[in-house]
C-alpha cells in the first residue's frame, strides 16, 4: 500500500514549456486535490476532483488543467510554464465518507520554472 | 468568508519546554479542525483532527489541540518538546459543502534549541 505517489519529485523547465504532473493513489479514495505551497502562504488549493470524470476549480487555478479519467489517478497539466508557477506541488486525496474530512498527502513535486 | 490564521510565523523553543502553537478559525457552521506537521522536504501528516464530541483531541507524536468554540480556536500544544520535533505545523478547517476541501492556514515554523 503506497498511499499516494507523485511523479516526478524534482523538475526544471524553461517559461513557456509544458508539463504534467501525475499523482496515483491506491486507497480508492473518491476526492483528489492539488495544492501548491509557496513560502508564507500555506497550501492553496489548485484543482480539485470528487470523483472519476469529473474536476473543479480550487483558489488558483489560472495556468494549471487537470484530467481525472481513472480514479486512481490525479493529473496537472501546465500548458505553457511561467516563473511564478516555480513551487512546491502536493497532491492529496480523501475517501470523502460523512464524518470523516482526513486528507492523505504525497510526498510532492518540486518544479522551478526559469 | 471561512479563514484559518496562524499567528505565529516563527517559534523557538528550548528541548523539554512546552509548546502552544494557536490557531483561530473563521467558519459558520460547526468546523472540522486538522493540524498537519511537514518536516523538511517532506509531505504533510496528521497530527490530529477534530469532528466533535470531546474538545481535547489526542493525536501522535505526544501532541494534542483544545477546540474552543467561543474563541474560535483549535490550538496545539505539546507538554515537553524533542528536538525532532522541529518543522512546519498548518492549521485546517475542513470547508464542507460536500467537496471535502481545506482551508490551510499559513502555517508555523518550529525551531527547537538543544
Known amino acids: 500500500n503506497a498511499g499516494v505517489t507523485q511523479t516526478p519529485k524534482f523538475r526544471v523547465l524553461k517559461t513557456g514549456q509544458s508539463m504534467t504532473l501525475l499523482c496515483a493513489q491506491d486507497m480508492n479514495h473518491e476526492y483528489m486535490y492539488w495544492y501548491r505551497q509557496d513560502p508564507g502562504m500555506g497550501l492553496r488549493l489548485i484543482h480539485y476532483s470528487v470523483g472519476e470524470g469529473t474536476t473543479a476549480k480550487g483558489e488558483v487555478p489560472d495556468g494549471y488543467n487537470v484530467s481525472r479519467l481513472k480514479k486512481q489517478n490525479f493529473l496537472l497539466g501546465l500548458e505553457s510554464a511561467a516563473p511564478s508557477q516555480t513551487s512546491v506541488y502536493f497532491c492529496?486525496?480523501?475517501?470523502?465518507?460523512?464524518?470523516?474530512?482526513?486528507?492523505?498527502f504525497g510526498p510532492g513535486t518540486r518544479l522551478t520554472v526559469t | 468568508a471561512q479563514s484559518v490564521t496562524q499567528p505565529d510565523i516563527h517559534i523557538t523553543v528550548s528541548e523539554g519546554a512546552s509548546l502552544e502553537l494557536r490557531c483561530n478559525y473563521s467558519?459558520?457552521?460547526?468546523?472540522?479542525l486538522f493540524w498537519y506537521v511537514q518536516s523538511p522536504g517532506q509531505g504533510l501528516q496528521l497530527l490530529l483532527k477534530y469532528f466533535s464530541g470531546d474538545t481535547l483531541v489526542q493525536g501522535i507524536k505526544g501532541f494534542e489541540a483544545e477546540f474552543k468554540r467561543s474563541q474560535s480556536s483549535f490550538n496545539l500544544r505539546k507538554p515537553s518538546v524533542h528536538w525532532s520535533d522541529a518543522a512546519e505545523y498548518f492549521c485546517?478547517?475542513?470547508?464542507?459543502?460536500?467537496?471535502?476541501?481545506?482551508?490551510f492556514g499559513t502555517g508555523t515554523r518550529l525551531k527547537v534549541l538543544a
Open positions: 485546517a478547517v475542513g470547508a464542507g459543502g460536500g467537496t471535502y476541501k481545506y482551508i
Open positions: 467558519y459558520g457552521a460547526t468546523p472540522y
Open positions: 492529496a486525496s480523501t475517501q470523502g465518507l460523512a464524518g470523516t474530512y482526513e486528507q492523505y
